[in-house]
């Protein structure tokens, strides 16, 4: 069946780095836009990020902007989201979820979710 997994997350100490991936099976991810989104307890969900189906494009939320860079490999069916200088305000759940394009807000199908935990 169709589903979209997150990895990567984890605990990390203010400053340092982290990689989450975003793979689908059950489908390709090719013809996607990929956004990342992330929910902190007791906040609304805010999306971090987004891509385009080619990899072209791209945007960023102000708040993680020269510190987080998405990319793909869509060969690997696979969407990353690498972080870096990373504060403790990062600390959520971060899902990834498809869409016809980044300017949409047609989210259709999401993963899990992964912990990342910012913390000294």
């Known amino acids: 069946q169709l589903q979209l997994v997150e990895s990567g997350g984890g605990l990390v100490q203010p400053g340092g780095s982290l990689r989450l991936s975003c793979t689908a099976s059950?489908?390709?991810?090719?013809?996607?836009?990929i956004g990342w989104f992330r929910q902190a307890p007791g906040k609304e969900r805010e999306r971090v990020s987004c891509?385009?189906?080619?990899?072209?494009?791209?945007n960023y939320a102000d708040a993680v902007q020269d510190r987080f860079t998405i990319s793909r490999k869509n060969a690997k069916n696979t969407v990353y989201l690498q972080m870096t200088s990373l504060k403790p305000e990062d600390t959520a759940i971060y899902y990834c979820?498809?869409?016809?394009?980044?300017?949409?807000?047609?989210?259709?199908?999401w993963g899990q979710g992964t912990q990342v935990t910012v913390s000294s």
């Open positions: 891509i385009s189906s080619s990899g072209s494009d791209v």
């Open positions: 979820a498809t869409s016809g394009g980044c300017f949409r807000e047609d989210w259709d199908y």
């Open positions: 059950g489908f390709t991810l090719d013809s996607y836009a």
